[in-house]
């Protein structure tokens, strides 16, 4: 019986391990895409060994793990399971008024500047962007928001 409860403590632990190591991956893909995209490369070009490996394990993180965390009911306690519910709470208000507040804006900046065109730092990340490229972008971003909130959330309760 106590073997039972050890390893189901165990999963219960491990679930807010990996989601602390989802945060920690997300943050390190995150800064590294805004060094790109501020052009801040390697000198010549070329990527070392450590950090192809370290791309490859945060792209696992952050493409594999953070959406299997989200589903994997199995392994929450009733605190984490409380968390979720918050947590969805949370995303699904986010994911509302975001969309309206990006069209704001581009109704204010039309009205200011009577331009129509994007402004120019999104016209490199748009113009390049395909339909699978845009939606996974957008999977992405759901996924690593839904981890930073739940994991905000844990912080705030442990405050």
């Known amino acids: 019986m106590t073997e039972m409860i050890a390893k189901r403590d165990f999963k219960y632990r491990l679930y807010f391990r990996?989601?602390?190591?989802?945060?920690?991956?997300?943050?390190?893909?995150?800064?590294?895409?805004?060094?790109?995209s501020f052009g801040i490369h390697f000198a010549d070009g070329e990527h070392p060994v450590w950090y192809v490996a370290l791309g490859a394990?945060?792209?696992a993180m952050n493409f594999l793990l953070a959406p299997f965390l989200i589903l994997a009911g199995f392994m929450r306690d009733e605190y984490a399971e409380l968390l979720w519910k918050r947590t969805t709470n949370?995303?699904?208000?986010?994911?509302?008024?975001?969309p309206?507040?990006?069209?704001?804006?581009?109704?204010?900046?039309?009205l200011t500047t009577g331009s129509?065109?994007?402004p120019a730092f999104l016209n490199p990340l748009l113009e390049?962007?395909?339909?699978?490229?845009?939606?996974?972008?957008?999977?992405?971003?759901?996924?690593?928001?839904?981890?930073?909130i739940?994991?905000?959330l844990r912080w705030r309760d442990s405050r």
């Open 116 to 118: 129509r065109t994007l």
């Open 18 to 36: 990996l989601m602390d190591a989802c945060l920690l991956f997300g943050l390190l893909g995150l800064v590294d895409h805004l060094l790109g």
């Open 57 to 59: 394990v945060t792209l």
């Open 100 to 110: 309206l507040g990006i069209v704001g804006l581009g109704v204010v900046s039309v």
């Open 90 to 98: 949370v995303i699904v208000t986010v994911v509302t008024i975001l």
């Open 128 to 148: 390049t962007a395909t339909w699978i490229s845009a939606i996974t972008l957008f999977w992405l971003a759901f996924c690593l928001l839904f981890v930073a």
């Open 150 to 152: 739940f994991q905000f």
